[in-house]
């Protein structure tokens, strides 16, 4: 079947032959002609299966006909993550170019003020992320009434990231009749809760079992010690001469880590992660697609529907604790039914989260070994760290030691009630002489431990008359009058 076949304008099909494309994929073929009946559906697919050009193809000729107004945007399509908003942005550039839809893409990172102007000239189409959109509508520079197709997609990837609580809320000021496109790559009872309330007699679609990997991957899984986790990519990277790659982490501190190991041995590596700004994730794929970076290492934020075309590698340099991300990290790779590799090191610890993986995917993952490293042979980074841990212990013993070191003497001309305290709690040790001391410098603390020693009556040598006075009882050793110094 081709995509003359689904029902779809003149114009989409031109724009779809432009693109390089001429057979829909299964849940194209399943979803365009529903769509364009006008029909709710509820749609699981694995990512890298066509599923955005499953609604936007058909949502192009829903919205030829029509103008939007100001405020009231026409469809909306709510994203997980701004990379797939934009991805989106994106598509319907492509298959829209022979029709006039105005597109305005509401994600965070950018002004408000922007987007408000975008809105306020009226929207065919507004794709944004749940968080972004609400602060629109709770402002009250966005209507929702005017909705005629509503997209939720990654709803399973919604769920994971606490979206669903904004998605109820967006949903609760969109039109009661309205077509809803609900699609999601896995079917957990949460989501087939929700669907069940936000559709109406829906058409579902399925063209794979939920959660399995697309069957153009070839998977392996080698188990190194977590030292030689990055001799190990390294290797891998030289065995299969590997020419770019997405390289997923688990933790943000991580990625960084490990781009700065690819780069100081040499890999052309750039990172990708949520704390990043907008601008700076934006300009750090487009470097990718452009070949200008090599190596992407990255966090589940480039898991979910980023299409790199004929991206051959994808490795996992640690096993995700939850197994429906490993599904999603190895759909970077095969996509269109392109063949791709996708290679997870994981550690003995490890094993426990591979095994949940092989029980949601119904098949072992082969094991893979790597040529030319020594099961024993340390990181070189480990090395270096260990390295600077020996140097570091090594400088605060020897600087222990040095005279420099040891505490300062107190100045020895403090008033008597603190000296006499700080005796009564430590004797304080008298200073070795040093053999650099000069005997000028010798004779003067000579002179000033003798004068510490001399006794001190109240504020000076003048003791006032009140303490002599004999008081009744008092015995004459009692009213003895105490030594005066001598002056020298």
Same mark, same amino acid.
């Given at each position: 079947m081709g995509f003359s076949e689904l029902g779809l304008s003149e114009e989409a099909l031109r724009a779809v032959a432009d693109a390089g494309y001429h057979q829909p994929t299964p849940i194209q073929e399943q979803a365009i002609p529903v769509v364009l009946q006008g029909r709710d559906v509820l749609g699981t697919a694995q990512t890298g299966t066509g599923k955005t050009a499953s609604f936007t193809l058909p949502m192009i000729d829903i919205l030829a006909a029509g103008r939007a107004k100001a405020r009231m945007p026409r469809s909306l399509?709510?994203?997980?993550?701004?990379?797939?908003?934009?991805? !989106?942005?994106?598509?319907?550039?492509?298959?829209?170019?022979? +029709?006039?839809?105005?597109?305005? &893409? %509401?994600? =965070? $990172?950018?002004?408000?003020?922007?987007?408000?102007?975008?809105?306020?000239?009226?929207?065919? !189409?507004?794709?944004?992320?749940?968080?972004?959109?609400?602060? +629109?509508?709770?402002?009250?520079? &966005? %209507?929702? =009434? $005017?909705?005629?197709?509503?997209?939720?997609?990654?709803?399973?990837?919604?769920?994971?990231?606490?979206?669903?609580?904004?998605?109820?809320?967006?949903?609760?000021l969109a039109p009661p009749l309205r077509q809803t496109l609900f699609f999601s790559a896995t079917m957990p009872k949460e989501i087939r809760r929700l669907a069940d309330r936000f559709l109406h007699n829906p058409k579902e679609v399925s063209v794979a079992p939920p959660a399995s990997p697309a069957e153009t991957v070839d998977q392996q899984v080698i188990y190194v010690d977590a030292g030689n986790k990055r001799p190990a990519l390294r290797a891998l990277l030289k065995q299969h001469e590997v020419s770019s790659a997405f390289i997923f982490c688990n933790r943000k501190r991580d990625i960084g880590v490990l781009t700065r190991s690819l780069v100081r041995h040499g890999w052309n590596a750039g990172e990708l992660h949520g704390d990043m700004s907008q601008p700076a994730r934006t300009e750090t794929l487009e470097s990718f697609r452009r070949g200008d970076t090599k190596f992407l290492v990255c966090s589940d934020v480039a898991a979910r529907g980023i299409d790199i075309q004929g991206l051959p590698f994808v490795f996992l340099f640690d096993v995700p604790t939850h197994s429906e991300d490993y599904v999603h990290r190895i759909g970077r790779t095969g996509r269109a039914g392109m063949v791709g590799r996708a290679i997870t090191l994981a550690t003995k610890p490890e094993a426990r989260y591979v095994g949940d993986i092989e029980r949601l995917i119904g098949r072992e993952i082969p094991l893979g070994t790597v040529a030319g490293?020594?099961?024993?042979?340390?990181?070189?980074?480990?090395?270096?760290?260990?390295?600077?841990?020996?140097?570091?212990?090594?400088?605060?013993?020897?600087?222990?030691?040095?005279?420099?070191?040891?505490?300062?003497?107190?100045?020895?001309?403090r008033p008597k009630e603190e000296s006499e305290g700080d005796v009564a709690q430590a004797p304080k040790p008298r200073r070795r002489r040093r053999s650099s001391d000069s005997p000028g410098n010798a004779r003067a603390e000579s002179k000033a431990e003798q004068k510490s020693d001399s006794p001190v009556v109240g504020l000076g040598d003048h003791v006032p008359a009140f303490l002599l006075t004999r008081m009744p009882g008092d015995t004459e050793q009692e009213t003895e009058k105490p030594p005066r110094r001598r002056k020298s």
């Open positions: 399509i709510l994203e997980p993550t701004r990379e797939l908003a934009a991805q !989106v942005q994106e598509s319907f550039k492509v298959y829209g170019k022979y +029709h006039k839809l105005t597109v305005a &893409l %509401l994600i =965070g $990172g950018v002004r408000m003020e922007e987007q408000e102007r975008l809105i306020d000239r009226g929207v065919d !189409v507004l794709i944004a992320t749940p968080g972004r959109l609400l602060d +629109h509508a709770q402002h009250g520079g &966005l %209507l929702l =009434g $005017g909705l005629k197709v509503l997209v939720i997609d990654e709803a399973d990837r919604m769920l994971d990231m606490g979206f669903i609580p904004d998605v109820e809320k967006l949903v609760k490293l020594s099961e024993e042979e340390p990181d070189e980074s480990e090395k270096a760290g260990s390295r600077r841990r020996k140097t570091s212990d090594k400088n605060r013993n020897s600087a222990a030691t040095r005279p420099e070191a040891r505490p300062k003497e107190e100045p020895t001309s």
